[in-house]
Every structure is written in C-alpha cells, then in structure tokens.
C-alpha cells in the first residue's frame, strides 16, 4: 500500500493571537508560548497517527508551505516560541516525524526569505577576491532543488531548532516562491507555491510602475516579479507589524479591516480626529462628508483581501490571478528548469487564501488538467463562522499521488466539525490507491479524529469571541 511521503501545511501563523496554533492563557485572550494549543497537540497526534502506519520505515519530508510563523502581526521571539512549541511535538528524541524539513515563506514569514538569502549571498561573495566582479543578489531560488547538494538553509529556524540538543546537526532548507517535486516515471510534478502572488496586491510595485510606463513589458519571470515587489512585500505584510508600539496599531487597522462598516468607521473617526487636532483651514461639515464619502467607496473598492471573500473558495479576481500566475510566470520556471520540457501530469499547491479546496482546472500551456489543492488556513479572522473558511493538510505518497485530508471548516453548529478526505478528479476519473489508503485510515467519528474536531470547535468558537472583544473594547 502507498505510504505517506510528504506532508503539506500552511498558513499556521504561529505566535497570532486568532491562529488555533498558538496557545492562550486559560480564560485569558493573552497567548502563552510556553505550552502548545490543545489544536496544535492533537493535529500531531492526527499525523503521528497516519505516519505511524506507513509500511516503510523512511520518515516522510514535511513542507512549510508559508506563513508559518507570524511576523507582521505579533513579535518575532513569540513567533519563535510557538514554533519550538510545534517542533517539540513533530521531532520528539528517538521518535521524530519527518526527516526533513522544507520552508517555502509567504507574505507573513517573507522576511524569513529575506535573512536567508541575504545570508547565502554573504556566504557567497566572502569567497570573491576584492576588485573581481560581484553578481547581483538573487531573489528567488530554483524551484526542483528537493536533492540539491548545497541547498539554501533556512538561516533563522536552522539556528533556532539547533538549540535542541537533539537537532544539532538539523537543518531546515528554503525555496522561493516556488518548490517542485518530480518523477521521470509518468512525468509527474508537483509545485508548492505559497499563494500570494495570485493576488494582484502583492504585485502592487509593478502595477504602480506599469501605469507611469504603460509601453514598458510586464515582467513574466519570477525572479523579476520578486525583485520589484520583495519591499514592499516585506515591509507592509512581514516587517511593520513588528515595529513596536506602531506594530500593536497595525494590528488594529488589520483587524477592523476584516469588518467593511468597523474599517470605515476606525477612518471616520480618523477623519473626524485629525480636523480636530489640526484645525485644518477650509475644513467644514461638508469636506468631512465628501471626505468620509471618498473613504466609504474606497473601502468598498479595495475591502477585503481574498480571505474576506466569503461567497466561493477563489473570487473572480484570485481566480483571475490563478489562471495568470499558472500560465505565466510559473510555466516559464518550469520550463526553463526542465529545459523546455513539460511534465504530463502537474499538480500545484497553495494556501493562502484560508479556504480549502480541491478541483481539477484546465491552464493553457499543460499537456492535461491541472489538480489544484489548498490547504486552508488556521486563524478565525471573523466573529461569525465562514463555512469556507478551514485547515487542511496536504499527503502525497512516493509516487506524487495527492490527497487532502480536510480537518475542519468553520461552522456554527459544533456537531458539524468533522474530518474528511478530498482528492481533486474530473468526472469520470477514479480515485487513486493513496486516495483510498489515506480514506481507510481516517474515521471521524473515532479518535483521533472525533476529538481533533471537538477542541477545534470549541477552540473556534474562544477565537471568534476574543476576536469580538478587542474590536468593541478598542472602539
């Protein structure tokens, strides 16, 4: 029967306050680093328990697939806590879950991204003589480095799980912003991609510059992409949250931004505040109302990242940014890495979003249909539940079979958490054997599972609550 080779997660946002991950202080909204969440205990004692029945005695690859740690939103040692916390669980002495660790950074963790390959640059130029020519720093790694030689260490979390006695020698590798697995038998191919760069947001910087040079080309690499936007990426989504007192604020702005009417009143009051403290000449009633007015349709205009989008897994516009991103920039990666050749069967995997799914989709430029998993996500970014809104986490066995083990999506009723198992197919096409393997393993209504799905209920529930106090106590 196929084992569990890899294990995908994303979105985790370890040391966020609204992440199930993280731990909270009992009858408290303040989080305790020191002690894991009861979710994040029992999610490993759901993996152990899949990875414990693998017929092989090889330990699979885990995959970070971005915003792991939370760096905008709370500070980096809290992050860095909460992550101890998870390795503690995955990699206990004698008794370790994966054999290897492999980081791709979103938007939330990107400067993680940063260190390392800043690092790995100065590692690089300490070896070139004084006076010969020094290269450009690049931003992006190639994507099928799975048994690279000299891999790129994830410069921050390698030194932090060194400090475990038992990892000493452990190293945790990064790609960015994409990572490939391949199989020459059958052509098959999977990339990891965070999911960012499917929302035109995160391609902000080259928007700007192709509206004040509207005859320049749109760059199509990814390494052009990153280079114009990897600023602004980094300071607005994985540095600013940081920044001390100002970092708390930002946090504020965030949350009031995931309510349309709280984000056009915290402006309202903005508004209201600055004519107060300025007394601005010419200001009046009415330029507070047209001013107020401009606010509500920009909020209107721009509310909302994907996540906010309640009504289908992928809005128009990621949808949009999907087919973009598949047909351009990332096909051209493939093909340049596989020298023109391109695989027969590709599978890609994103989270970011927070909404979970599975579907074959159709690209230009693929020799078949593409199967499209997310994985969810594990902060409750709402005081009402989003019945798209949830966790899953990624299988694949050797043969790069893929499946999704669904583990929750939010739900007012608590009766309805349960776990399931979802494989992307067309009509027609057949489950595979992983499918299968994975579907006999898994039995909601016992543990491990039935309890996964009670401490996710109730875990949901605390979060939306909290989440519900700190935007009425900061009004």
Same mark, same amino acid.
């Given at each position: 029967?196929?084992?569990?080779?890899?294990?995908?997660?994303?979105?985790?946002?370890?040391?966020?306050?609204?992440?199930?991950?993280?731990?909270?202080?009992?009858?408290?909204?303040?989080?305790?680093?020191?002690?894991?969440?009861?979710?994040?205990?029992?999610?490993?004692?759901?993996?152990?328990?899949?990875?414990?029945?693998?017929?092989?005695?090889?330990?699979?690859?885990?995959?970070?697939?971005?915003?792991?740690?939370?760096?905008?939103?709370?500070?980096?040692?809290?992050?860095?806590? #909460?992550?101890?916390? @998870?390795?503690?669980?995955?990699?206990?002495?004698?008794?370790? %879950?994966? *054999?290897? $660790? !492999?980081?791709?950074?979103?938007?939330?963790?990107?400067?993680?991204?940063?260190?390392?390959?800043?690092?790995?640059?100065?590692?690089?130029?300490?070896?070139?003589?004084?006076?010969?020519?020094?290269?450009?720093?690049?931003?992006?790694?190639?994507?099928?480095?799975?048994?690279?030689?000299?891999? #790129?260490?994830?410069? @921050?979390?390698?030194?932090?799980?060194?400090?475990?006695?038992? %990892?000493? *020698?452990? $190293? !945790?590798?990064?790609?960015?912003?994409?990572?490939?697995?391949?199989?020459?038998?059958?052509?098959?191919?999977?990339?990891?991609?965070?999911?960012?760069?499917?929302?035109?947001?995160?391609?902000?910087?080259?928007?700007?510059?192709?509206?004040?040079?509207?005859?320049?080309?749109?760059?199509?690499?990814?390494?052009?992409?990153?280079?114009?936007?990897?600023?602004?990426?980094?300071?607005?989504?994985?540095?600013?949250?940081?920044?001390?007192?100002?970092?708390?604020?930002?946090?504020?702005?965030?949350?009031?931004?995931?309510?349309?009417?709280?984000?056009?009143?915290?402006?309202?009051?903005?508004?209201?505040?600055?004519?107060?403290?300025?007394?601005?000449?010419?200001?009046?009633?009415?330029?507070?109302?047209?001013?107020?007015?401009?606010?509500?349709?920009?909020?209107?205009?721009?509310?909302?990242?994907?996540?906010?989008?309640?009504?289908?897994?992928?809005?128009?516009?990621?949808?949009?940014?999907?087919?973009?991103?598949?047909?351009?920039?990332?096909?051209?990666?493939?093909?340049?890495?596989?020298?023109?050749?391109?695989?027969?069967?590709?599978?890609?995997?994103?989270?970011?979003?927070?909404?979970?799914?599975?579907?074959?989709?159709?690209?230009?430029?693929?020799?078949?249909?593409?199967?499209?998993?997310?994985?969810?996500?594990?902060?409750?970014?709402?005081?009402?539940?989003?019945?798209?809104?949830?966790?899953?986490?990624?299988?694949?066995?050797?043969?790069?079979?893929?499946?999704?083990?669904?583990?929750?999506?939010?739900?007012?009723?608590?009766?309805?958490?349960?776990?399931?198992?979802?494989?992307?197919?067309?009509?027609?096409?057949?489950?595979?054997?992983?499918?299968?393997?994975?579907?006999?393993?898994?039995?909601?209504?016992?543990?491990?599972?039935?309890?996964?799905?009670?401490?996710?209920?109730?875990?949901?529930?605390?979060?939306?609550?909290?989440?519900?106090?700190?935007?009425?106590?900061?009004?």
């Amino acid at each position: 029967m196929p084992d569990i080779r890899y294990v995908c997660l994303s979105d985790m946002h370890l040391g966020e306050e609204d992440s199930l991950l993280t731990n909270l202080k009992t009858a408290s909204t303040d989080t305790d680093p020191m002690q894991p969440s009861p979710v994040m205990e029992q999610l490993v004692k759901c993996l152990s328990h899949l990875i414990l029945q693998n017929e092989s005695k090889r330990n699979p690859t885990l995959i970070l697939n971005g915003d792991i740690l939370e760096l905008a939103l709370t500070t980096t040692n809290q992050a860095a806590m #909460v992550f101890e916390r @998870f390795i503690e669980l995955i990699m206990p002495s004698g008794e370790e %879950l994966f *054999d290897k $660790i !492999i980081y791709i950074p979103g938007n939330h963790d990107h400067h993680l991204w940063e260190v390392a390959r800043e690092t790995q640059y100065v590692n690089h130029i300490k070896n070139i003589n004084p006076g010969k020519h020094l290269d450009i720093p690049w931003h992006v790694t190639n994507m099928f480095v799975e048994d690279h030689p000299n891999p #790129v260490p994830a410069y @921050f979390l390698t030194r932090l799980v060194q400090r475990f006695p038992k %990892l000493k *020698d452990f $190293i !945790i590798t990064t790609a960015y912003p994409n990572f490939g697995l391949f199989r020459e038998e059958g052509q098959k191919c999977v990339i990891f991609h965070h999911g960012h760069f499917i929302e035109p947001l995160y391609q902000l910087m080259s928007t700007l510059r192709n509206l004040i040079f509207p005859d320049r080309e749109k760059p199509r690499q990814i390494g052009d992409i990153e280079a114009e936007n990897f600023a602004w990426i980094d300071f607005c989504w994985s540095t600013m949250g940081r920044s001390g007192e100002a970092g708390r604020d930002i946090e504020l702005i965030y949350e009031k931004m995931q309510d349309r009417e709280e984000f056009k009143k915290l402006l309202y009051t903005l508004t209201d505040n600055l004519a107060k403290k300025y007394d601005l000449p010419g200001w009046d009633a009415m330029t507070a109302k047209i001013l107020k007015w401009v606010f509500g349709a920009m909020v209107d205009k721009i509310a909302g990242t994907e996540r906010t989008k309640i009504d289908r897994p992928l809005s128009k516009d990621a949808e949009k940014g999907l087919w973009a991103y598949m047909n351009g920039p990332l096909r051209e990666q493939i093909l340049k890495e596989r020298k023109g050749n391109m695989p027969y069967d590709v599978t890609f995997v994103f989270g970011h979003t927070h909404k979970p799914f599975q579907e074959d989709m159709n690209f230009k430029g693929y020799p078949a249909w593409v199967n499209v998993y997310n994985s969810g996500g594990w902060v409750v970014e709402s005081v009402e539940p989003q019945p798209l809104h949830g966790g899953a986490v990624i299988l694949l066995d050797g043969d790069l079979n893929t499946v999704s083990l669904r583990m929750y999506n939010e739900d007012a009723d608590p009766l309805k958490y349960s776990v399931s198992v979802e494989e992307a197919t067309h009509a027609g096409e057949e489950k595979n054997l992983f499918y299968h393997r994975i579907r006999d393993l898994v039995r909601p209504s016992e543990n491990p599972w039935k309890t996964f799905s009670a401490i996710a209920s109730r875990s949901v529930r605390i979060r939306a609550q909290n989440l519900r106090a700190r935007i009425n106590e900061r009004d």
